[in-house]
């Protein structure tokens, strides 16, 4: 069964950092497209940032962008998030996921929308306090 497992998450104050894990079990992640989503309360799940295992290529929400950083390690079948300088706004549930089929969901400028993604971890969540 392919499923992702999501650890990492927790309080922090603004200006914080947190390094969100993302393992994979029951498939490997090489040439695959790994994304990262985030629910806060009362809102959508919003796309933050994918890697494609592919070709490499990075993306990331404007909202995000150069404060997370994605990886990851093949070795360890993980994609990892890395997030400095976190804010109030950032507080939501993390998941990661997996598209059904490997197309143009992950690209340098667009992330593709959530209901292409069939394989989901239960998520963990961030709070980050004033």
């Known amino acids: 069964q392919e499923r992702f497992v999501e650890s990492g998450g927790g309080l922090v104050q603004s200006g914080g950092s947190l390094r969100l894990s993302c393992a994979a079990s029951?498939?490997?992640?090489?040439?695959?497209?790994v994304a990262w989503f985030r629910q806060a309360p009362g809102k959508g799940r919003e796309g933050v940032s994918c890697?494609?295992?592919?070709?490499?290529?990075?993306y990331y929400a404007d909202s995000v962008k150069d404060r997370f950083t994605i990886s990851r390690d093949k070795s360890k079948n993980t994609v990892y998030l890395q997030m400095n300088d976190l804010k109030p706004e950032d507080t939501a549930a993390y998941y990661c996921?997996?598209?059904?089929?490997?197309?143009?969901?992950?690209?340098?400028?667009?992330?593709?929308?959530?209901?292409?993604?069939?394989?989901w971890g239960q998520g963990t969540q961030v709070t980050v306090s004033e």
């Open positions: 996921a997996k598209p059904r089929d490997y197309g143009m969901w992950c690209t340098e400028t667009w992330l593709g929308p959530q209901n292409e993604f069939d394989t």
């Open positions: 890697v494609n295992g592919r070709d490499g290529i990075i």
């Open positions: 029951g498939f490997t992640l090489d040439r695959k497209i």
